[in-house]
């Protein structure tokens, strides 16, 4: 009973983290058009009225709409390729976005799907820390003359937490995988984690014979 329970709490949460960043980034973007939507209403009202096309005004509206946001996304990022818009973004991030709660893990996430970021990790790994049968996710950061490793293991959800280990090579299992899909799994807490096993366990038959 008590790993059923486990079981409906972790899928539970899992669910929770992966769907939540986007609807909130959903709610956002409909926030985001109804405010154009509304600022530039005189404007289409004109445009609709001077060109007579009465028939499409929702259609030529929508559109001016998502034209709007797409010229300024645009802009800001062209804003913050300047050393003042860096400097700009940099102090509101640090000041105040930041502390907004779930704006790391939603913007993490977001970097994620868009593929606007790659993690600074060579490879994925699953390790075995303080010689016991437990293994973490780690992704290799360093390697050493010695043979050994120096992995970063994540914390879920948010990936951009967690601790730094020295592992001997015999209990670090590199794996062919993205670090994308592991990066995922970590934001998911888990969710999608088979994948990385199988890759391990292929590794090891591999390794054996």
């Not at 929702?58 to 034209?67: G, H, K, P, S, T």
């Not at 970097?111 to 290799?140: E, H, N």
Request: aromatic share 12%.
């Amino acid at each position: 009973m008590d790993r059923i329970k486990a079981f409906f709490k972790t899928s539970l949460i899992g669910g929770i983290v992966v769907i939540l960043p986007v609807a909130v980034l959903f709610l956002l973007f409909k926030w985001i058009f109804g405010l154009v939507t509304g600022m530039i209403m005189p404007i289409t009202d004109f445009f609709i009225e001077a060109l007579d096309i009465l028939k499409y005004e929702r259609i030529f509206a929508d559109l001016m709409v998502i034209l709007i946001i797409v010229f300024s996304c645009f802009f800001v990022g062209i804003l913050v390729r300047t050393r003042l818009g860096k400097y700009i973004h940099r102090v509101i991030e640090e000041n105040i976005l930041k502390v907004a709660p779930g704006y790391s893990l939603i913007k993490e996430t977001v970097m994620q799907f868009l593929g606007g970021k790659k993690p600074p990790f060579s490879s994925v790994a699953l390790v075995r820390v303080f010689d016991s049968d437990t293994l973490f996710y780690a992704f290799i950061t360093d390697t050493h003359p010695d043979g050994s490793y120096t992995v970063f293991i994540p914390t879920a959800p948010n990936p951009t937490s967690g601790n730094i280990c020295h592992v001997k090579k015999e209990n670090v299992y590199i794996l062919n995988v993205p670090v994308e899909q592991a990066m995922r799994s970590v934001i998911s807490c888990g969710a999608g984690s088979t994948p990385l096993i199988e890759a391990m366990l292929k590794k090891m038959k591999e390794e054996r014979g």
